[in-house]
């Protein structure tokens, strides 16, 4: 029996075949500095969709794809020759575009379920927001390479920065982006919280400075309502 998919490379995206008529799928993002808990949250969400029944395929920015996992390396490494705020910027738009088209999209038109571990709103959290490039260049730049492509549901696992922080230490390993100091995450941060208000439909706030459980319990909520939200879809 082939298992579910949950491959971060995208290896079981397929275009349904010619003549096959199949609802898009859903596309989740999950967002929130570091140190929120993103990774032990995503994993929780993708079992129910499971779950209740869809085909998943899960995957990461930057990186989901062979060439994409290259240019993470490249953004987030510590390399001896620096990187712009505007060379950053257009690493993770490239890394994004040969994700996009390589996997979320093959993925959606096949009806699957798509839950990706960042998406376009970072750029506008870490490099709007954090680095202080202009709103209007990373938006046309997301004009430019998503084109109609939007997430229908962004969870942003929201936590002070000095809680997210402390958290971040523990696990050690920083990368590069991990090194910033308080000052960045908390432009990053707070432009986060600006694009869920101005957002409110398609963003879910998520307390993540509670424990484990109270965080678990606000995401069983979240996917709750999205269930439900599916299904009567699909009967009406």
Known sequence: ?????????????????????????????IEGIEGVGKS???SRLVTAVETAGYEVV???????TPTAELIRDVVLGHAEEPISDIAELLLMFASRSI???????PALE?????????????????????????MDRVNDLADWVLRDLAPDL????????????????????HDRLDS????????????????????????AVIDAAGTLEEVSAAIDGVIDSLMGESESRKSS
């Not at 029996?1 to 949950?6: A, E, F, L, Q, S």
């Not at 379920?113 to 927001?129: E, I, L, P, T």
């Not at 962004?154 to 050690?172: E, F």
């Open 1 to 29: 029996m082939r298992p579910p998919c949950r491959s971060i490379c995208g290896g079981c995206a397929k275009i349904a075949d010619k003549g096959t008529a199949l609802a898009r799928g859903k596309f989740i993002t």
């Open 180 to 203: 910033e100091k308080a000052e960045f995450y908390t432009r990053v941060r707070q432009s986060y919280l600006d694009l869920a208000s101005g957002e409110p439909d398609r963003f």
């Open 110 to 134: 096949a009806g699957k379920w798509v839950v990706s571990d960042r998406f376009v709103d970072a750029s506008r959290a870490y490099q709007g927001g954090g680095r202080g490039i202009p």
């Open 58 to 64: 899960t995957t990461r920015e930057p990186g989901g």
């Open 154 to 173: 962004t969870v942003l696992l929201d936590a002070p920065v000095d809680v997210a922080m402390a958290r971040t230490d523990r696990r050690g390993d």
């Open 40 to 42: 032990t949250q995503m």
């Open 99 to 105: 994700l996009v088209e390589n996997v979320i999209r």
